[in-house]
C-alpha cells in the first residue's frame, strides 16, 4: 500500500523528537558501532512495505488461482486492522517484556500469517494470514520506532530516521520487482514463503541482536547504548493501559462494514453497514468520554476547532483514495493487458510522487502553508476523478500521471497538518495529537477498503472477474468517493481559513 506506506515513513516518536538543533552527522553514525543493530531493525519495516506492494503486484494472479474477488475489500480491511491492533498493544507488550520480545513476537506472528497465505487454498484462508501479517507487520514498525529511543543515543537520532525513510523508498522500488519476478515465475506463493523464512530469521536472530532489558522496556548499558542503568519506559503508564473496549468495537465496526459489501440480501447489506457506522460513532463517544487516556486529542469536541477539520481531512482523504491500491491493480491488467511488474510500478507511482513532493516542500516557510495544503488536498481530489474518467479506457500514460499527482498532493500537506494539529492542542495532548493522524489515517484505510469492497461488489464484481464487469467497477471504484474526498478538501480549506 503506498499511501500508507508513506503516512508511516513521515512519522517520528512524538514523546522524544530529536533536538531541532540537531543536525546530521553521518560520520557519528558511523563511527557509532550501532549501525548494524539498526540495519537489523530496518529488515522488519523491509518486511512490512515491500509486503503491500508485492501483493498489489500479485493481487491479480492469487485471485485468478483462488478466486476471492469479491472479497478483495476485505484483503486490506483486514490487514490495516491488524496494524491498528498492533500499534495499540505494542507499547503495552514493550513496557512488561522488552523491546526484543517485542520484535521477535511480531516477527513470529508475521511469518506465520505468511505461511497461511501461502498455503491458503481459498480467499478466506487468505484474509486470515493477511490479518496476523497486518498484525506482526505493524509490531516490527512500532518497535522499530520505539527502537531509536531506546537502544540509540539522541546525536544520531536525525540519521536514524533518514534511514527509515530510506528503507521506505528502497521497499517501494523493490516490492513491485520482486512481485514481478514471482508472476513471472507463476509462483505467486513463493513471495509469502520469501517474507516468511526473512521473518523466521529475524524472529530467531533478534535474541542475539537486540540488547536484554528489563520488563520496563528500558535497556541495559551495553557499550552502544544511551545509559549506563536501566530507566522506566517513558510511556509506561500510558502503555498499562490497553483500550481493549475501545479497539474491540472498531475492530467489529470494520468487519460489519466488510460483511456488508458481500452479503447476498439487500437487507442484511444495510443492516451491517448501519451497524458499522453505529460502531465508528460509539468508538468516539467512548474515547472522548473518558476522562483521561483519549486515542484521540480531546480537541476535536470543539465545534470548528483545528484539530477536528485536520482529522476530518485525513479520513476523508485517505478513505476516499484507497480504492486506487486495492483494485488498480486488477483493472489495469483486465482492461490495459498490463504485466504485473508493470502494474506494480504503476501502483508505485503513487508512493514516488509522494516522496519527491515531501522533499521538495519541507523546507517552505511558514506563510506559504495555506496554499500548499490547499493546493494538496485539491489534487488528491483531482487525482479521484480523474480514475474515474480514465481507468476505462485510457491512457495509460494519464493513468500514471494521476497517480503521481495523488500522491503528490499527500506528500505536500502531510506534514504541514501534522505541525497544525500539534499546535492546535493542549501541552500535555501534543504527543497523542501527532499519534492520531496515522492511527486515524489507518482507521479510514480500513473502512475504505471495506466500503471500497461494497461498491465493487454491486457494481458487478460479486458475480467474478471480467473485462466486462470490470469496466463497470473501474468508473464507480473512483466515483463513489468523490463526494467523501470533496469533504475532505472542504475541511481542508476549512482548516486553513484561520
Known sequence: MTKTDHERRSRLPSSSPAPSSARPNWRALASSGVLWRFTFLGLGIWLHAADELIIS????????????IELLGWNLALYELGSILAGAAMGLRIAR?????????????????????????????????????????????????IAVEKLFDRSIWPQLFALL????????FLGPLIGGLFAQADWWRGAFWFFGVQAAALAATAYIIIP????????????????NHAQPAANSTAAGVFPARRLAILAASVIAIAWSGITGNVISAIVAGCIGLAGVCAFLVLDQNRASGHILPSAIRAPGSTARYVLLMVFC???????????????????????????????????????????ALANQPAHREKLIIRTGASLVLIALAGFAMTMVSGPVWLICLFAVLMGAGFGMFWSFIIRRLVEAVDEDERSIAAASIPL?????????????GLVANSAGFSGGLSAQTSQFVAIWIFAAFVPLATIGVFAGFKMTAK
Not at 503486484?57 to 476471492?68: F, P, Q, R, S
Not at 501479517?133 to 516490527?140: E, K, M
Not at 525513510?165 to 517501494?172: E, Q
Request: charged share 10%; hydrophobic share 55%; net charge neutral.
Open 57 to 68: 503486484t500479485l493481487i491479480t494472479d492469487i485471485v485468478g488461482d483462488i478466486g476471492g
Open 97 to 145: 517484556s522488552g523491546l526484543r520480545a517485542g520484535f521477535a513476537l511480531s516477527a513470529l506472528v508475521y511469518a506465520a500469517g505468511c505461511a497461511i497465505s501461502a498455503l491458503a487454498p481459498a480467499m478466506e484462508v487468505m484474509l486470515l494470514g493477511r490479518l496476523a501479517q497486518g498484525f506482526g507487520g505493524g509490531g516490527l514498525v512500532a518497535v522499530a520506532f
Open 165 to 172: 525513510s530510506a528503507i521506505w523508498g528502497v521497499s517501494a
Open 212 to 227: 536484554a532489558q528489563h520488563v520496563t522496556g528500558a535497556p541495559g548499558r551495553d557499550g552502544n547504548g544511551p545509559g
Open 317 to 359: 482523504l485517505a478513505a476516499s483514495t484507497v480504492s486506487f491500491s486495492i483494485f488498480g491493480p486488477v483493472l489495469l491488467r483486465v482492461l490495459h493487458q498490463l504485466s504485473a511488474l508493470e502494474t506494480g510500478y504503476v501502483i508505485a507511482l503513487e508512493s514516488i510522487g509522494w516522496s519527491v513532493a515531501a522533499i
Open 440 to 452: 486515524v489515517q489507518r482507521i479510514a484505510y480500513a473502512l475504505g477498503a471495506a466500503v471500497a
